[in-house]
């Protein structure tokens, strides 16, 4: 007689491609042995653990493919900049936080964002200075590829003073930002790094996560960070963390990986910076800073040498890519690796391309033929597209309307990973997936089907798993699910403007909960990770 433990999940309305009526789903030893209706779900397991779900959701959780743990934690037990609205309000926040920061702390604060306030005017360091007095202040960006730092801060650091990105009175942004921000990281105790890490893992499972792929590096958070994340990861009631270091295989970066335990040298492996900060790599200059074509850190030589490498050591390569001139870099890189390597062996390998904003159809179509994932950010248009956007001030509206394509990228055959880039933008992946479908350019949409599996299914593709059933409710699958309060569900019917919606159940397709702008999204009741538990509020 089997003593395996099996639960029944019963009542529900069960996201499952091979049973779109399905209102039970057993789950024996973390992974997932049958879906179908109650009363043969109650016959076949009656030694089951039965969880009524009284209609509740259950869908395969999500994977976010981008995140930095500890920078969102220390957002999420420290000071949120993302409300303020000009310079005197940053600067009332930051002063009321220094006040109450313990003697030898580095004030840490994140998510400003002055495109968005009602006067784009920044505070100056003296301005900061008389704020925070003797604490050392430290203040990202949105977009975390720039800060505003006090000048206490800076004296501890003297080579930023001459390094390229250094400003007197305005923020720091490519190396001179770089050298500050190893220094914070340095100044993070063990304890407040734990804190952060916890915190960041507890909410991703409040928000029906169950997989991050955390992008690490050398200047962004440390090995010691990595290290950290990984090993409370391996408990059972937290996310799975999947790590990616940010480090050139030449320079030190295999030895690394494989020493952390990394799945790829990718993620944040920086070929330019950001859109928001000005470094961005461009062909054109900014249309809001015309002497400036941004920042390019990695040519294409180098590019390729990174993938040969990777691919011949058995890693995932990747890179941040933003800014169109970025992207040309990267795929001449990537092209002349498939010289070396041949195009078999180069798409086997899984590579990937972080951000990926400012691509065109014949790249994209580059890309997909040598087997490249786009691991993107839905929540970057959301935040920063429009007329009026962010994009438009930099780029102007025309070079503006093409970024984060999608409907192109997909139907070039791209395949979609969705993330948040967290602390960039919230774990909140209904939203990612609403903001993709809802795109702020008509035509760069995808369906909220094809979303929903970029969030799922895109996730565990882009971390090397491709057995097919990942991601998915069917049996045989690893059991990460979440169960979701949620309206009734649409179907998306077959029409290019993915904005018609069916309720249909003879479409054969499962439903989704509704997207449309202004409508709640649904509220995360209970989390799973291969069968265990990890964030729960079913009663």
């Known amino acids: 007689m089997s003593t395996r433990k ?76 993302s409300t303020v609205t000009d310079a005197a309000s940053l600067l009332s926040a930051v002063a009321e936080a220094a006040a109450d920061t313990p003697p030898g702390e580095v004030l840490l604060a994140h998510g400003w964002d002055e495109s968005t306030w009602t006067s784009p005017r920044l505070p100056s360091r003296t301005e900061l200075d008389d704020a925070t007095g003797a604490v050392p202040v430290y203040l990202s960006r949105v977009d975390v590829h720039s800060a505003l730092v006090s000048t206490v801060l800076t004296a501890l650091v003297p080579q930023a003073a001459h390094s390229e990105g250094w400003s007197d009175q305005g923020p720091l942004t490519r190396d001179a930002h770089h050298h500050i921000r190893t220094a914070v990281r ?7 790094r734990h804190r952060a890490q916890h915190a960041f893992l507890t909410t991703a499972a409040s928000a029906g996560i169950a997989t991050v792929h955390e992008c690490a590096g050398p200047t962004i958070s440390g090995e010691d960070d990595l290290r950290d994340l990984l090993a409370l990861a391996e408990g059972p009631t937290v996310p799975a963390v999947v790590g990616y270091w940010g480090q050139h295989a030449n320079h ?23 859109l928001g900060s000005h470094t961005a790599a461009l062909h054109e200059p900014y249309t809001d800073r015309p002497g400036t074509t941004g920042a390019t850190y990695l040519d294409a030589e180098a590019i390729a040498e990174h993938v040969v490498a990777c691919t011949e050591t058995g890693l ?33 390998a899984g590579h990937r391309l972080e951000h990926l904003e400012m691509v065109t159809t014949d790249q994209a179509e580059a890309l997909a033929s040598l087997g490249i994932t786009g691991s993107v950010q839905p929540q970057f248009d959301a935040a920063w597209g429009g007329e009026t956007g962010m994009y438009a001030t930099r780029l102007g509206a025309d070079r503006a309307a093409p970024l984060n394509p999608f ?21 909140t992946p209904w939203a990612a997936v609403r903001a993709a479908v809802h795109h702020n350019t008509p035509g760069s949409g995808i369906s909220a089907r094809a979303a929903f599996n970029a969030h799922t299914r895109g996730g565990h593709r882009a971390a090397g798993i491709k057995d097919g059933t990942t ?50 999204l649904p509220h995360c009741l209970r989390t799973v990770r291969a069968g265990e538990v990890i964030h729960d509020q079913l009663r």
């Open 471 to 520: 991601g998915s409710l069917v049996p045989g699958a690893p059991a990460h699910y979440a169960i979701w309060d949620s309206a009734d569900l649409v179907v998306a019917t077959p029409d290019s403007r993915v904005q018609r919606w069916s309720t249909d159940p003879r479409a054969g397709i499962p439903g989704l909960p509704p997207l449309d702008p202004g409508t709640p």
């Open 252 to 274: 030190g970066g295999i030895d690394t990986a494989l020493r952390l335990g990394a799945t790829g040298l990718a993620g944040d492996l920086f070929a330019d910076g950001a």
């Open 186 to 192: 340095a100044a993070i105790t063990p304890a407040q």
């Open 6 to 81: 099996t639960t029944l999940l019963v009542g529900g309305r069960i996201h499952s491609p091979g049973s779109t009526d399905a209102t039970a789903m057993a789950i024996t030893e973390g992974t997932i042995t049958w879906i179908g209706q109650d009363k043969p779900g109650r016959a076949l397991h009656q030694d089951a653990e039965v969880i009524p779900l009284d209609g509740a959701f259950v869908a395969p959780a999500f994977v976010d493919a981008h995140v930095h743990a500890t920078a969102t934690g220390l957002h999420l037990t420290g000071l949120d900049l």
């Open 407 to 427: 409907a192109m990228l997909a139907a070039t055959g791209v395949v979609l990973a969705f993330g948040s880039d967290s602390p960039v933008t919230a774990l």
């Open 316 to 348: 995932q390569a990747g890179f941040h890519v933003i800014g169109d001139a970025a992207v040309t870099e990267a795929v001449h890189g990537l092209r002349l690796a498939e010289k070396t390597l041949g195009t078999r062996a180069l798409a086997a």
